[in-house]
């Protein structure tokens, strides 16, 4: 019974494996096309943000957006900050984001 169902299993398996190499060349060349069609679009951006601002646009922008969420507690705080603690925003300006933020 084994030997019987050998040639079948690999006839199965050789089908496979043609189909795999068919299809792995077309699959590598989107793969290429994807990367350098977004490596292109960073270095677009990356290049006008130096020669607008100079400086590097991924780093500002990860580092505003540590800073936006470094506040969302503080813009929790009751209307009277404390003593001890500086509020991030002008009190209108923190009931104004406290009703965006929820």
Do not use: C, H
Not at 5 to 12: A, E, L, S, T
Not at 77 to 87: G, H, L
């Amino acid at each position: 019974m084994i030997k019987a169902v050998v040639p079948v299993i690999k006839g199965f398996a050789d089908a496979i494996k043609t189909a795999a190499d068919f299809i792995v060349g077309p699959i590598n060349a989107m793969k290429d096309a994807i990367g350098g069609f977004i490596k292109f679009i960073t270095d677009a951006f990356q290049g006008f943000y130096n020669w607008l601002v100079g400086g590097s646009l991924w780093m500002d922008l990860w580092n505003q957006v540590v800073a936006v969420a470094g506040m969302i507690p503080r813009l929790r705080v009751t209307e009277e900050s404390s003593p001890d603690e500086p509020a991030a925003f002008p009190v209108d300006r923190r009931r104004e984001l406290q009703r965006w933020l929820r």
